[in-house]
């Protein structure tokens, strides 16, 4: 598994359920990537369209395969309402190392509640050993002869 920086873009949301019945819905996102936890700010008032274009940055090691984003509705003097939630596999961003704005699965307790729109980026660790010293022997490029 890779060792490395994850950069999560979170774009916007759409279609989402409304979980406010007066008002429009203040959304935010919780994303979790193992025991790392890290929220969005409030789209105020933008109800079940909000957009973020916010970026976080996540240290990914050993197990990492996935970021789970759970959206919620921001209320004040009660508990914030969980709207739901999308979970982001990792391997495609692992192998192509940057994936474009895409649509992820908001579902709660089942039942589809919208998109989440999310774009990966994943910069592996430099120098991490894996039991053996790599050497460089040049190439066509580094050689001397001129042809």
């Excluded at 109800?47 to 004040?76: C, L, M, Q, R, Y």
């Excluded at 089942?110 to 050497?135: Q, T």
Aim: net charge negative; aromatic share 10%.
């Amino acid at each position: 598994m890779p060792h490395g920086t994850l950069e999560v873009v979170l774009v916007s949301a759409k279609g989402l359920e409304d979980t406010d019945f007066l008002n429009s819905m203040d959304p935010y996102v919780q994303f979790t990537c193992r025991t790392q936890d890290q929220k969005s700010n409030i789209a105020s008032g933008q109800g079940t369209t909000p957009e973020w274009n916010e970026t976080f940055i996540f240290n990914v090691s050993e197990g990492t395969t996935e970021i789970k984003a759970k959206i919620f509705d921001k209320d004040v003097g009660t508990e914030d309402d969980p709207v739901g939630e999308a979970t982001i596999p990792l391997e495609p961003v692992f192998v192509e190392g940057d994936i474009p704005p895409s649509a992820y699965n908001v579902v709660k307790d089942g039942e589809f509640k919208g998109e989440i729109w999310i774009a990966l980026s994943f910069k592996p660790s430099e120098n991490r050993s894996r039991g053996y010293e790599e050497e460089s022997y040049g190439g066509w490029k580094n050689s001397e002869a001129s042809y």
